[in-house]
């Protein structure tokens, strides 16, 4: 679970910073996270705190918006998180991916 939290939390930071290794371009990011449940597993604080690890911090430059729905649900709530404009959809568990 650990690798598939870096692996996203480098798409975050290669779709906002250089590849020269500077800070993440200015601007609030905002990255949906959908979920197939009704709890929070701790892969979610473990994304945030990794982003946060490479300056993209809650409240500065990146907001979260989570969505959680029963697997039924799903496609309804991923649509409604990329037609709210997130720049990047995290989904967590099979139902969601």
Known sequence: MRAFC???AI????????????EPATGVKR???L????VFDPWIESFRKKLDSLGYVEGRNVAYVYRLAPAADMPQAAHEL??????LLVAGGTPAA
């Open 6 to 8: 870096l692996v996203l």
């Open 11 to 22: 798409v975050a930071s290669v779709s906002s910073a250089s590849a020269s290794g500077e």
């Open 31 to 33: 990255i949906g996270v």
């Open 35 to 38: 979920r197939a449940d009704n």
């Open 82 to 87: 990329i037609e709210s404009g997130v720049d």
